[in-house]
């Protein structure tokens, strides 16, 4: 199966998980004609769980601003059995960018994404450009865990590998019985991966220093979870949560 990889890396944190959003749709009666006339278009996108217990996948999809990418719509799929795990976007005719990601599931959340400010990232990891009128299958977007680093109690940096793909045939199958009127319409143009640095542990470490040497001044007053001392562990109890993990 054709595809494009490429390395980057995840910080894993604990935190509580939000309450869960239906997968995106599009309305039914959406056709190729009506699109071109609205001068619209739809982008249909497969993800891939970092972590196989993940129920809930997001990714970001953004546009360029400057030298950054703002979010402007959010890919949700919420897994459920037996039922096509894509998400189905309307967008304007243009270019688009995968900015962040993240894979939830209980207890844990994985994420992938360099914010850059409100509403902006730094990084596109992905795109695609998508015309009037079209109903553009972008591929299957996946993220597979290679390697991980404790950087505290709550927080681990672990490496992954981007690759983006063909759907699968059994998914191809699901989503051509479960939404017929979009499947007779779609055609496939595979999103471009973007080959970017991840962080190192070390550069993780100097922007923690620096960090630090803020709030010391009174610059900043919170520390970002990745940057809690490993000595810092909450007390043991009986019975919690478990840990989440969150990308970068």
Not at 123 to 141: D, Q, R, T
Not at 142 to 156: E, F, G, H, I, K
């Amino acid at each position: 199966m054709r595809g494009a990889w490429v390395r980057c890396a995840v910080v894993a944190f604990a935190a509580l998980l939000a309450g869960c959003v239906a997968t995106s749709r599009v309305g039914d009666d959406l056709s190729v004609s009506a699109l071109s006339q609205s001068k619209k278009a739809v982008a249909l996108i497969k993800l891939g769980a970092a972590d196989p217990l993940c129920g809930t996948l997001v990714a970001g999809i953004g546009v360029r601003e400057g030298n950054n990418f703002r979010h402007v719509q959010a890919a949700r799929i919420v897994r459920k059995a037996g039922e096509a795990a894509v998400a189905e976007l309307e967008l304007g005719a243009g270019e688009y960018h995968v900015v962040s990601y993240s894979c939830a599931r209980r207890g844990a959340t994985v994420v992938l994404a360099e914010p850059a400010g409100v509403g902006l990232y730094a990084k596109s990891y992905a795109s695609f450009n998508i015309a009037p009128g079209e109903v553009l299958n972008v591929g299957y977007l996946q993220l597979l865990p290679m390697a991980s680093a404790q950087v505290s109690y709550n927080t681990r940096i672990m490496q992954v590998r981007i690759a983006v793909t063909d759907w699968p045939l059994a998914e191809l199958d699901r989503f051509k019985q479960q939404r017929p009127h979009l499947y007779a319409q779609m055609k496939t143009r595979l999103m471009t991966v973007h080959r970017v640095e991840p962080p190192s542990y070390q550069q993780v470490q100097a922007a923690c220093a620096e960090m630090r040497r803020l709030q010391a001044e009174g610059k900043i007053q919170d520390l970002p979870l990745s940057c809690t001392p490993a000595t810092r562990a909450p007390p043991q109890r009986p019975q919690g949560p478990a840990k989440k993990s969150m990308g970068i």
